[in-house]
């Protein structure tokens, strides 16, 4: 079976739910947490995802990168809801971790990105131009200009 086929992700699913049911103090199940989110958020079951990233939230040392990776994935799926208040709530806890220095250019691009999608192109422009001062890549600097000159 292929990775990306249906049944091996329903497999994966299933074993990363007994991985926290049988050690759901391990570190195993922390990250099995985290990964269940990733599962559910690839199938588009966002609810699902939600509950995986908050309970992974809730059981992750505060200074995990993954911690800022997982609000940034609640942020992703509250945006695939259209639900933009929480998107931006939780792309703003991303922002406030430990480690977010280290992600701060994806945060603020999704965080215009929402704002794009709520109609309040200026403060898209704003997060775009935080992000492009933390931008290295050539390719994403002219991609965040384009975008920029178009709002």
Same mark, same amino acid.
């Given at each position: 079976?292929?990775?990306?086929?249906?049944?091996?992700?329903?497999?994966?699913? +299933?074993?990363? +739910?007994?991985?926290?049911?049988?050690?759901?103090?391990?570190?195993?199940?922390?990250?099995?947490?985290?990964?269940?989110?990733?599962?559910?958020? $690839?199938?588009?079951?966002?609810?699902?995802?939600?509950?995986?990233?908050?309970?992974?939230? $809730?059981?992750?040392?505060?200074?995990?990168?993954?911690?800022?990776?997982?609000?940034?994935? &609640?942020?992703?799926?509250?945006?695939?809801? +259209?639900?933009? +208040?929480?998107?931006?709530? $939780?792309?703003?806890?991303?922002?406030?971790?430990s480690t977010a220095s280290s992600f701060e250019a994806l945060n603020y691009i999704s965080i215009a990105r929402v704002h794009e999608a709520m109609n309040s192109p200026q403060k898209a422009v704003e997060f775009y131009q935080k992000a492009l001062g933390k931008i290295t890549d050539? &390719?994403?600097?002219?991609?965040?200009?384009?975008?920029? $000159?178009?709002?």
């Amino acid at each position: 079976q292929k990775a990306e086929s249906p049944d091996a992700d329903q497999a994966a699913i +299933k074993e990363y +739910k007994d991985l926290i049911v049988q050690y759901p103090r391990s570190r195993a199940a922390v990250l099995a947490r985290y990964r269940l989110g990733n599962h559910y958020f $690839s199938r588009h079951e966002f609810d699902a995802a939600i509950l995986a990233y908050k309970d992974f939230l $809730s059981e992750s040392p505060a200074d995990s990168d993954l911690v800022t990776l997982a609000y940034h994935a &609640l942020g992703a799926c509250h945006e695939a809801k +259209k639900n933009f +208040k929480e998107a931006i709530e $939780s792309l703003e806890m991303a922002m406030k971790t430990s480690t977010a220095s280290s992600f701060e250019a994806l945060n603020y691009i999704s965080i215009a990105r929402v704002h794009e999608a709520m109609n309040s192109p200026q403060k898209a422009v704003e997060f775009y131009q935080k992000a492009l001062g933390k931008i290295t890549d050539p &390719l994403m600097t002219l991609f965040l200009k384009r975008k920029i $000159s178009v709002l």
